[in-house]
């Protein structure tokens, strides 16, 4: 699943996201969702999430439900 739902998007889901100083290099960070920050069912550049760490990112890969 690619991130841009957010019903595929839930906390204690592992994903891969890219925060916003990685956008050019599109350097993915693995991490557990904490918080779904986006509030619409679709967007396409990704869901916005927290991560248990803080770490702040677009779900660009969502790797375990």
């Known amino acids: 699943m690619d991130g841009r739902e957010q019903k ?3 906390p204690g889901l592992t994903v891969d996201i890219v925060m916003k100083q990685d956008q050019r290099t ?7 969702v904490k918080d779904v ?18 770490e702040v990112g677009r779900v660009k890969e969502v790797i375990s439900h």
């Open 8 to 10: 595929d998007v839930r």
């Open 26 to 32: 599109g350097r993915l960070t693995r991490g557990v």
């Open 37 to 54: 920050l986006t509030k619409s069912p679709h967007h396409p550049h990704g869901i916005k999430v927290r991560l248990v760490t803080g």
